[in-house]
């Protein structure tokens, strides 16, 4: 369950803090996006320089009045690439969807040999047949069946945004929603530490996460499984991650 981005959902009307935006791009520098949906289009962009595309996020959105927003800081996966092509959102190709993604997908939807990322390869391959469900109101249950409670996700369209696994995400007191709690910033959402020589990073738990399976939306319910050792201590080494990437 290591931390992979952090997927930041702001609702109509609520305020985005920038210091928890900065957080998410201290210990997701990749690259970043975003969306905002105002009347009825999609304005989106993104980039390799994060600290440029949340500036732009936060002017334009307070401009346009506080409309609903996505903002997505990267951070690549082993052998995905440190490139423009990965960085979210991903265009769903035929359809005026933009997808955000946190979390890896399952292997079904991707193949490890193809250079794009899971996402993108999910985007634009397996989305695009699929989209027409957003319309029948489905779409949100049956991916979230699909992708499993680790991976959280976003589409954005003229028609509003599409929250997958919205009951995964933590939500602050001014309304924000966060994949994880890398908004926190260092000492309370992540930490680091050099062990050997290498640089390792890790997520401290996470508000409302269950003790016993890690799961953020058990909190030790009935459902609680109770294997540990299926959801691994969530960090990483750092500098061995970043040497096997490869820059796309």
Known sequence: MITICLLTIHPKGVEAIRSEMEHGLEVNPEGAGWAI??????????????KFELDTYLLLREKM????????????????????????????????????HNGTLPGEFWDA?????????????WLPGRAAWASEGTLA??????????????LAGPRGLLVINEQEFLTTPE???HSNADYLGQGEGWDEMTIGGDLYRYNLPQ????????????????ECDGTRQKHPPRWRNESARRASLAVA
């Open 37 to 50: 949906l105002c009347n009825g289009s999609v304005h989106s962009g993104k980039g390799l320089n994060g």
């Open 65 to 100: 009045g506080n409309p609903p927003g996505v903002f997505h800081a990267r951070l690549a996966t082993a052998g995905r690439g440190l490139g423009y092509s990965g960085c979210h959102p991903l265009d769903v190709p035929g359809t005026d969807l933009k997808v955000f």
């Open 113 to 125: 040999d193809d250079p794009r990322s899971d996402t993108r390869q999910f985007a634009e391959d």
């Open 141 to 154: 249950a049956k991916l979230a069946d699909m992708i499993g409670p680790f991976n959280k996700m976003v």
């Open 175 to 177: 309304g924000a929603l």
């Open 207 to 222: 508000p409302g996460q269950c003790e016993t399976c890690n799961r953020l939306s058990c909190a030790g319910k009935a």
